[in-house]
């Protein structure tokens, strides 16, 4: 199967705190039968946390560079956002309660490449009928 992580997923892993990530969703992660998928949005959301110090701060990164490498050394492939991934963008329906326009942007990428997506954030349940696939991260 193939996975795309959140941002959320990804700062767990980087920084080691697979007690926030639920039994089932480490099972998937454990997998490597599994390809696991990051938006080049989400990479982009992870450099600025580490910029703005809200990593952990036990961090063993000591600059972007390494934790991009951590990142290809897990083997998780980034995706770059396409023309393909903007048109289900600027098709998407945008949930009341939901105003985070880089989750629209990785929800979009998830969708077009219909590859499923977990994440902690309850609120991408509002796009299932628009046809995400998601997997909540019950913490």
């Known amino acids: 199967m193939r996975y795309y992580l959140d941002t959320n997923i990804l700062v767990f892993i980087l920084d080691n705190e697979y007690d926030n990530l639920h039994s089932d969703i480490r099972v998937i992660l454990e997998d490597y039968a599994n390809s696991l998928f990051i938006s080049s949005i989400v990479l982009q959301e992870l450099v600025l946390l580490f910029r703005l110090g809200k990593l952990n701060p036990k961090s063993q990164y000591k600059n972007e560079k390494d934790l991009i490498k951590k990142v290809e050394e897990l083997g998780i492939e980034i995706v770059f956002f396409s023309k393909n991934n903007l048109s289900t963008y600027l098709n998407l329906s945008v949930s009341e309660n939901h105003k985070d326009m880089n989750?629209?942007?990785?929800?979009?990428?998830?969708?077009?490449?219909?590859?499923?997506?977990?994440?902690?954030d309850r609120k991408f349940e509002d796009y299932r009928n628009q046809g995400l696939k998601f997997i909540y991260n019950r913490r």
Do not use: R, V
């Open 103 to 120: 989750d629209h942007l990785i929800i979009s990428q998830a969708i077009s490449e219909k590859i499923d997506l977990i994440s902690s």
